[in-house]
């Protein structure tokens, strides 16, 4: 069964640092790109980050404005997310999620239950 | 960047009820358009994947049709566990994109 498990959220201060982590089973991980979405507080899907399988490229949200940091290990099959100078409107669930292909086509499946990022002092 | 909106953004049907979901792109993206639906408390999950193409294990009521800048997402005949919320995204360019979502709401 293909299984992504989020870990690492928690409260943290503004200004703070926080690393999340995401276990991937299931599957050949390399072999895949994978991304993570954040969802504010009843608010909707906002895409952050995106990593190719062999970490050759990296994308960001541009309103990251270099915050944040993907990467992966794919002997440990697991994604991280490092977020720097957090702002309360980083408060979000953070979900991670495989990047599905066939050809041209990309999609997300599928996604973990997601970790709760909360920024308050 | 590419803006996605949805319309409506809330909509109140009763089981059984044939209902429509259209998603617009503020620039062509082919049919580079899936589908999610998300529930209270839970992650997304994927209904359809490049416009039309349905995800396996998803019930054959659930159809997806466009090209371009315009899209629909068809549920055709309601059940009670599609009460959800559901969202569109382009994946034709970075930084990738998600419509506001429609909230569809038991009548």
């Known amino acids: 069964e293909v299984q992504l498990v989020e870990s690492g959220g928690g409260l943290v201060k503004p200004g703070g640092s926080l690393r999340l982590s995401c276990a991937a089973s299931g599957f050949s991980f390399s072999a895949y790109a994978m991304n993570w979405v954040r969802q504010a507080p009843g608010k909707g899907l906002e895409w952050v980050s995106s990593i190719t399988g062999s970490s050759a490229y990296v994308y960001y949200a541009d309103s990251l404005k270099g915050r944040f940091t993907i990467s992966r290990d794919n002997a440990k099959n697991s994604l991280y997310l490092q977020l720097n100078s957090l702002r309360a409107d980083d408060t979000a669930v953070y979900y991670c999620?495989?990047?599905?292909?066939?050809?041209?086509?990309?999609?997300?499946?599928?996604w973990g239950q997601g970790t709760l990022v909360t920024v308050s002092s | 960047d590419i803006q996605m909106t949805q319309s409506p953004s809330s909509l109140s049907a009763s089981v059984g009820d044939r209902v429509t979901i259209a998603c617009r792109a503020s620039q062509s993206i082919s049919d580079y358009l899936n589908w999610y639906q998300q529930k209270p408390g839970k992650a997304p999950e994927l209904l359809i994947f490049?416009?039309?193409s349905l995800q396996s294990g998803v019930p054959s009521r659930f159809s997806g049709s466009g090209s371009g800048t315009d899209f629909t997402l068809t549920i055709s005949s309601l059940q009670p566990e599609d009460f959800a919320i559901y969202y569109c995204q382009q994946s034709y360019s970075i930084p990738i994109t998600f419509g506001p979502g429609t909230r569809l709401e038991i009548k």
């Open positions: 490049a416009a039309s």
């Open positions: 999620t495989r990047e599905d292909a066939d050809g041209d086509y990309n999609w997300f499946d599928p």
